[in-house]
């Protein structure tokens, strides 16, 4: 035991072996899977999944008589891909939002504590347990994804990411459950701010975004681009398009002027989206031609557009649907410019998983003994 | 009983515990103010104080749980707080509130404890059954622990503080719920690991029970430590006895006649008396024996650590 220096409480806080991490995993899933009704809650999870691909399924078909059934397939796969997220997010916590401060009022954390075992073993066990269930809801989920993949519409790389990616995704929503039961002393508040921290980054950053985006609003001189009948004329003074016809008899075009406009000033606030595990779904997985009417396509166009800010010609005329022609030079660029940008999604995942590191980190640290202090109102034994 | 197992293994308890000045606080609330401690190998020390005098503290604080705020601690030769690891391979620690995973069976809760420890494999099995039959748990071994007596559950605690064969053995009111018979049993368990060399710390408020088991007693109040005594000698030395006879007036007639300052019988006709010790309570019988005065009993009134406690909180007053 030479290898042992006088730092507090030890040097082995952050190490793990695998030993131990079966030890802490298996005595987790034994101890609180025994005693959940998780058999009863995985059915009622298939039985909800398939209800809702069925009723998707069935709303489609009829929806999109005349549609290709391809495209019906991407559409119903990135629904239930969201679906699942946003539910997995909300059963995952069950696990570990607890499994800290819940052992600690059982009396049984300090009896983990006086082994041999490590903190970072006792919270990486605890994190693996959590996220080997959360994988079982997934794999439960997977016949519903494969559904909606079958249908045709998704490369199969699309399938994979976005499989890859929900499962990293339940494993961060896992870890700051763990993070915050190993905070709070009481399971009640850690579920809470558990489920508190989850919906700030899926709801609570997007509505922030909206929020703030009249604070990045302002009004600047641009090219417009807008429909006016072929007589008019452009008022500078009166910054308006003046036309002397009484009735528009005179076909309408689409002229340029230069004039004040309001510009939303998107690019500069568009990165408190990049976190959202709904958007780093949909960046991660583009169709082949970077388009496509399905939720996560547009989801990723919609952000990219936002991060690329409002563009140097504001064209109105891209309003009036017969005009397309007109404009599809301009759109055409526009999709170019998003085509080309970096991916965010490595920005938000690398995001999430600072988030779910920073929480195990903080659970390994909250484990260590001896304590000098203890969360109020707890006693060790 | 075959308590093979424990003689069996290896104990170095270096030099037991020993505590100097130990304080803990809690936020305003002084759990231990100033505890001194010594558990010397190969004894059994009784840790002995009335509710809330900080004994569960000062524990917490050997099994490497709390930190103290000051003082030296020593386990097995290791510091707890700077070398924590060191102190629980070799220490076994039983805790006051018994909390158990209640949906893993007997079995599977020290079998996990086995492997948390890090026994080999190949032996946690044999080990897990040796300690089942140990604490007589056997027929109870694949039952969940939800199910269990609490005298079940205090015996399935100590077959955990003992699954790593420890030098140092830390119990936290260890008797409480037990019967008779699994107190006796218990006795017999930590008596023999203390003669296999282990130091062993026993921590109640209830006298009685530790009378038999320690050797030792360390007296605490108020988280100070006032008194330590050696039990032998306290057995040794000057105390009250009860000697009863069936004719309780040829008794104080008797006792009058010796010289012998005794108290007024009571209503079993039991007389109470001084004496020096052991050797003066069997001159004494002889004596009462020789002038035909039926005895019945003469045995030391209260428990040895009972009269240490009384005679301690005596000198307080
Ligand atoms: N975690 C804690 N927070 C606050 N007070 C505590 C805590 N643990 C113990 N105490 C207090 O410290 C004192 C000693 O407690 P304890 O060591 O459990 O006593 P004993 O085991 O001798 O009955 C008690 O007054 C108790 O209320
Ligand atoms: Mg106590």
């Known amino acids: 035991m030479s290898e042992i220096v006088d730092t507090p409480p030890g040097p082995r806080t952050w190490q793990v072996s695998w030993t131990g991490l079966r030890t802490v995993a298996v005595l987790e899933l034994r101890q609180r899977v025994r005693s959940t009704r998780w058999i009863t809650i995985l059915v009622i999870w298939a039985l909800l999944l398939g209800a809702m691909t069925t009723l998707l399924h069935l709303a489609f078909r009829r929806l999109g008589q005349g549609g290709e059934s391809e495209e019906v397939g991407a559409i119903i796969f990135g629904l239930i891909v969201y679906l699942v997220l946003s539910l997995g997010s909300l059963i995952s916590p069950a696990l570990s939002a607890t499994s800290v401060n819940g052992d600690r009022s059982a009396g049984v954390l300090a009896t983990l504590q006086t082994t041999l075992l490590t903190p970072a073993e006792i919270a990486l066990g605890k994190l693996g347990a959590a996220w080997l269930t959360a994988l079982a809801f997934l794999a439960v989920a997977l016949p519903f994804l494969g559904w909606g993949f079958l249908d045709g519409g998704t490369p199969p790389g699309r399938f994979l990411i976005t499989l890859t990616l929900l499962a990293v995704m339940l494993l961060v929503v896992c870890a700051v459950g763990l993070g915050w039961s190993a905070i709070t002393s009481r399971t009640t508040s850690s579920a809470v701010l558990t489920y508190l921290t989850i919906t700030f980054v899926g709801v609570g950053l997007p509505v922030l975004f909206f929020m703030l985006a009249p604070l990045v609003t302002t009004t600047e001189r641009r090219t417009v681009r807008d429909m006016v009948s072929q007589s008019a004329v452009w008022d500078p003074r009166g910054q308006v398009w003046m036309s002397n016809e009484m009735n528009g008899d005179s076909p309408m075009v689409c002229r340029e002027s230069f004039q004040e406009t309001t510009v939303t000033h998107s690019e500069r606030i568009w990165w408190l989206l990049a976190g959202n595990p709904f958007v780093v779904l949909a960046d991660a997985s583009p169709m082949p031609d970077g388009n496509g009417d399905d939720i996560l396509s547009s989801i990723r166009t919609n952000v990219r557009d936002l991060r690329l800010g409002a563009p140097a010609v504001q064209d109105r005329c891209a309003d009036w649907g017969r005009m397309r022609a007109e404009n599809a030079a301009q759109q055409e660029k526009r999709q170019k410019q998003r085509q080309a940008l970096n991916a965010t999604w490595p920005y938000g995942l690398a995001v999430n998983l600072l988030l779910g590191t920073t929480f195990t980190a903080v659970a390994i640290r909250r484990l260590r003994a001896p304590a000098a202090k203890l969360p109020r109102g707890t006693r060790v034994a | ?317």
């Open chain 2, 1 to 317: 009983m075959d308590y093979a197992l424990i003689e069996s293994n290896d104990l170095d308890a270096g030099t037991g515990v020993v505590a100097r000045g130990v304080r803990r606080t809690f936020g305003d609330v002084v759990a231990v103010d100033s505890m001194d401690l010594d558990v010397p190998p190969g004894r059994v020390t009784a840790l002995v104080g009335p509710n809330g005098s900080g004994k569960t503290t000062l524990l917490l604080v050997l099994a490497t749980l709390l930190a103290p705020d000051a003082g030296t601690v020593t386990v097995a030769g290791a510091d707890p707080r700077t070398d924590p690891w060191e102190v629980r391979r070799r220490t076994g620690w039983m805790p006051d509130a018994f909390g158990t995973w209640e949906t893993l069976t007997c079995r599977e809760v020290l079998e996990t404890v086995a492997a948390a420890y890090r026994l080999p494999r190949a032996g946690i099995r044999a080990r897990v059954d040796e300690l089942l039959e140990l604490v007589h748990l056997a027929d109870l071994a694949d039952r969940p622990t939800q199910v269990l007596s609490r005298g079940q559950k205090q015996r399935l605690g100590l077959a955990r503080a003992l699954v790593h064969s420890p030098a140092v053995l830390l119990l936290d009111e260890p008797a409480s719920g037990l019967d008779p018979r699994s107190r006796i049993e218990l006795r017999g368990i930590v008596r023999d690991l203390a003669t296999a060399g282990a130091a062993v710390l026993v921590s109640s408020h209830v006298l009685a029970e530790l009378d038999t088991l320690a050797d030792r007693a360390v007296f605490v109040s108020g988280g100070c430590t006032v008194s330590v005594r050696d039990l032998d000698v306290a057995s040794a030395g000057p105390r009250t006895w009860t000697v009863r006879a069936l004719d309780a007036g040829a008794l104080e007639r008797a006792l009058d006649a010796l010289g012998r300052v005794h108290g007024d019988p009571g209503v079993d006709g039991a007389v109470e008396l001084e004496l020096t010790g052991d050797d003066d309570a069997a001159s004494l019988l002889s004596a009462l024996v020789h002038d035909d005065v039926p005895v019945v009993s003469l045995r030391p009134s209260g428990g040895v650590l009972e009269q240490a406690y009384l005679s301690l909180t005596k000198e307080r007053q």
